[in-house]
């Protein structure tokens, strides 16, 4: 993808797909547009571009389908009892597998980790995923090195994250990446973003 090509983070929706990952990152890097310089785009897009209803009953009119959401330069793929469809959809695998070899950045979000693995696209590198399901990972590829302590694993143009709520530290860390900690701490604060839970 060229350089001069408008900066594109597309998110993948899909039925099952776990409520805060999904609008966690979405809501930061939204939130990024309004900051940033780069004036990125952020899109949903669904695999046959229809609505989908998440794991908790939301439901999500997405902007795309996957043969028309375009070029990428992040994908964010979230998690939820959904992935475990999505991971025995041979169609599904060779898409991610595609794809990856035109977007610069794929993160994942939770278990969005197991769609990956099953396609192939942590062999061999360090990787996180919620907390339960690290076992399964290893399972389904036992040459990913797990990292069972971080929020996010930042291997250059793979990035995975824990369970749900690490998502949005990891779109936080996006957004530093791609432009600057000062604007990621702007959307920070624009989100009032200040975990210091009561329990």
Same mark, same amino acid.
């Given at each position: 993808?060229?350089?001069?090509?408008?900066?594109?983070?597309?998110?993948?929706?899909?039925?099952?797909?776990?409520?805060?990952?999904? !609008?966690?990152?979405?809501?930061?890097?939204?939130?990024?547009?309004?900051? $940033?310089?780069?004036?990125?785009?952020?899109?949903?897009?669904?695999?046959?571009?229809?609505?989908?209803?998440?794991?908790?009953?939301?439901?999500?009119?997405?902007?795309?389908?996957?043969?028309?959401?375009?070029?990428?330069?992040?994908?964010? !793929?979230?998690?939820?009892?959904?992935?475990?469809?999505?991971?025995?959809?041979?169609?599904?695998?060779?898409?991610?597998?595609?794809?990856?070899?035109?977007?610069?950045?794929?993160? $994942?979000?939770?278990?969005?980790?197991?769609?990956?693995?099953?396609?192939?696209?942590?062999?061999?590198?360090?990787?996180?995923?919620?907390?339960?399901?690290?076992?399964?990972?290893?399972?389904?590829?036992? $040459?990913?090195?797990?990292?069972?302590?971080?929020?996010?694993?930042?291997?250059?143009?793979?990035?995975?994250?824990?369970?749900?709520?690490?998502?949005?530290?990891?779109?936080?860390?996006?957004?530093?990446?791609?432009? $600057?900690?000062?604007?990621?701490?702007?959307?920070?604060?624009?989100?009032?973003?200040?975990?210091?839970?009561?329990?």
């Amino acid at each position: 993808m060229a350089t001069r090509d408008p900066l594109r983070v597309g998110i993948l929706v899909f039925d099952d797909a776990e409520e805060l990952d999904v !609008v966690g990152p979405y809501e930061v890097l939204t939130a990024w547009t309004a900051r $940033s310089r780069l004036r990125p785009a952020v899109v949903t897009f669904s695999p046959d571009g229809n609505g989908v209803r998440c794991a908790k009953g939301l439901r999500l009119v997405p902007d795309h389908g996957i043969d028309d959401v375009g070029d990428l330069h992040v994908l964010v !793929v979230p998690g939820g009892s959904g992935t475990r469809a999505l991971a025995a959809d041979p169609d599904h695998l060779a898409w991610l597998r595609r794809v990856r070899t035109t977007t610069p950045v794929v993160a $994942s979000v939770c278990t969005g980790a197991r769609t990956l693995a099953a396609a192939g696209l942590l062999a061999g590198r360090p990787a996180t995923t919620h907390h339960d399901h690290l076992d399964e990972l290893a399972e389904l590829d036992p $040459s990913i090195l797990l990292d069972t302590e971080a929020r996010f694993v930042d291997d250059g143009d793979v990035i995975t994250s824990a369970g749900v709520s690490a998502g949005i530290d990891m779109a936080l860390h996006l957004v530093a990446r791609l432009e $600057s900690v000062e604007v990621a701490r702007a959307v920070r604060h624009d989100l009032q973003y200040d975990p210091a839970p009561p329990v």
